[in-house]
Structures are given as structure tokens and as C-alpha cells.
């Protein structure tokens, strides 16, 4: 019944661990190769963080819309290379990044 205990009490632990660490958002986009095209402040084969945040900062859609372009990919926006789509987000990824492209002022 001890060794059941410390496996759970562990098994735990790894999970309480691996969802704060997912909840990061910077490590986030890390993880994600998000930072191969973006920079917070500045532009490299995308546009910056802040100028994203900007650019929707009076869009009452704007989460949505970036969660969506997260996942999916998109073209058109800011040129003309395409954003590819990410699968390995998932849902609940997007939208923690999206939050925080938002908040880069």
C-alpha cells in the first residue's frame, strides 16, 4: 500500500509539474518552434509579438482569431509568406498563447 502511495503521490507531482510548466506562456512558445519566426519585438520571418498585439488590440474577436491562426496557420495577414499550421497545439495551447501575444504591449 506504501509503494502505491508514493507512485501516485509522484505520479502526481509529474503532473502538477508538467501543467505549470505548460501554463508558461513564453516557455510555451518555445516549445512550440513559435519563436523560429517570432520575436516579441521584432520582426523575423513573422511579425513581432507587440505588433500583432496591436494590430488587434480593439478587436473583440482577437483571441479567437489568433488561437485559430495558432493552430491552423495562416496567409495574407502580413504578407506574403504563409503562416503554416502548428498540430502539435492543442486547443487549450492556443489559446494561452494567443492571451499572451495579446498582451505584449
Known amino acids: 500500500m506504501k509503494k ?49 498585439a496591436a494590430k488587434y488590440r480593439n478587436d473583440k474577436n482577437a483571441m479567437a482569431t489568433l488561437a485559430k491562426s495558432v493552430r491552423g496557420g495562416s496567409q495574407g495577414k502580413w504578407g506574403q509568406v504563409p503562416m503554416p499550421p502548428n498540430a502539435s497545439v492543442s486547443e487549450k495551447e492556443a489559446q494561452i498563447l494567443a492571451k499572451w501575444i495579446l498582451s505584449q504591449k
Not at 519563436?35 to 520582426?43: E, I, M, R, S
Open 4 to 52: 502505491l502511495m508514493v507512485v501516485s503521490t509522484a505520479l502526481g507531482l509529474f503532473a502538477l509539474a508538467s501543467a505549470a510548466q505548460a501554463q508558461d506562456p513564453a516557455k510555451l512558445a518555445q516549445d512550440k518552434a513559435c519563436l523560429a519566426c517570432h520575436q516579441v519585438d521584432k520582426k523575423l520571418v513573422g511579425p513581432a509579438y507587440k505588433a500583432i
